[in-house]
């Protein structure tokens, strides 16, 4: 069983930076890529970016516009996702999921079999 959690969500100003954090407290080796997504107020759920399951490929979506990296620490199970330069259209709640279909790297929300409950993330000017 996979058991992600998000942390590191806050109020920041914009042009500032966050790392938001997702540990995996399952107890488990299950190999997964790790998506982070996001949902802003009265939008659908939106993929941020992913990284496969070895840390070797990392996707980003349209919103991300180079501001955004990922990475994972496999001794922690640990993803993190580090954004700069946030913008107020930044705000939102933040999930990170896990796709233990592997090796398709997939942008769909729908192809993540575990989500975190999310994080809140709120751009401030």
């Known amino acids: 069983q996979v058991q992600l959690a998000e942390s590191g969500g806050g109020l920041v100003q914009a042009g500032g930076s966050l790392r938001l954090s997702c540990v995996d407290s399952?107890?488990?080796?299950?190999?997964?890529?790790a998506a982070w997504f996001r949902r802003a107020p009265g939008k659908e759920r939106e993929f941020v970016g992913v990284i496969s399951w070895n840390g070797g490929e990392t996707y980003f979506g349209d919103s991300a516009n180079g501001r955004f990296t990922i990475s994972r620490e496999s001794a922690s199970n640990t993803v993190y996702l580090e954004m700069n330069n946030l913008k107020l259209d930044d705000t939102a709640v933040y999930y990170c999921?896990?796709?233990?279909?592997?090796?398709?790297?997939?942008?769909?929300?729908?192809?993540?079999?575990?989500w975190g409950p999310g994080t809140q993330v709120t751009v401030s000017s």
């Open positions: 999921a896990a796709d233990l279909k592997i090796p398709t790297i997939s942008e769909d929300e729908h192809e993540y079999d575990y």
């Open positions: 399952g107890r488990t080796s299950r190999r997964y890529h």
